[in-house]
Every structure is written in structure tokens, then in C-alpha cells.
């Protein structure tokens, strides 16, 4: 495992949730990290780790070989992959993403 791929592990299975995202959870760079920030505390998750990957290339890349997805943001819950915002709010809309941040 390289060294950014070892970083990233480290966060993902280092908080129970992470959302890697452009800008922060205070000022989102992005409408689509936003809209992952307005899902997580739509289901009541108040206590989660983001990280800014405007601020660190190699793990902006990193990310995407890391859990085989191409773009950002993505959330992992659980040490796990859930997904992107389009992804988040689907399972948002149905109760599945509540159930899995429940169950986590």
C-alpha cells in the first residue's frame, strides 16, 4: 500500500464517519459537497470528519483509486464506502443511509 493510500485508510477507519469533500463542512467549495453536508445533518450526524482534498493532490487522487469511485465527495461510514451526493441523497430519501449510520 502506498504511503497516501495508507493516509487514507487511516482516515476512513479513524472516525466512525468521513466525508472527503471539496472545502470544509463550515464553507463547502463545491454544490455537490454541500448537498453531502446538508444529507449527513439532515439524519442528525452532527460529529463527523471531513477532509478538504483541494488541499492535498495526492490524496484528491488517492481517494477515487481508493474506493474505485470517480468523483467527490465521498462518505465513508463504518470504515466503509457508502458512496457519492447523488448516492447519499437516494439513501437519504428511502431511510436506507439513516439505517446504515444507525447501524454503523
Not at 439524519?43 to 490524496?59: A, H, I, R, W
Request: charged content about 20%; some cysteine.
Amino acid at each position: 500500500m502506498s504511503d497516501v493510500q495508507q493516509r487514507i485508510d487511516d482516515l476512513v477507519k479513524g472516525s466512525h464517519v468521513v466525508l472527503f469533500m471539496k472545502g470544509t463542512a463550515q464553507f463547502p467549495m463545491c454544490g455537490f459537497s454541500g448537498r453531502a453536508v446538508q444529507v449527513l445533518k439532515a439524519c442528525g450526524v452532527n460529529d463527523f470528519k471531513t477532509f478538504n482534498v483541494l488541499e492535498d493532490e495526492e490524496v484528491r487522487q488517492g481517494i477515487k483509486d481508493y474506493s474505485q469511485w470517480p468523483t467527490i465527495p465521498q462518505l465513508f461510514v463504518g470504515g466503509e464506502f457508502v458512496g457519492g451526493s447523488d448516492i447519499m441523497m437516494e439513501m437519504y430519501q428511502s431511510g436506507e443511509l439513516q439505517q446504515v449510520l444507525n447501524k454503523a
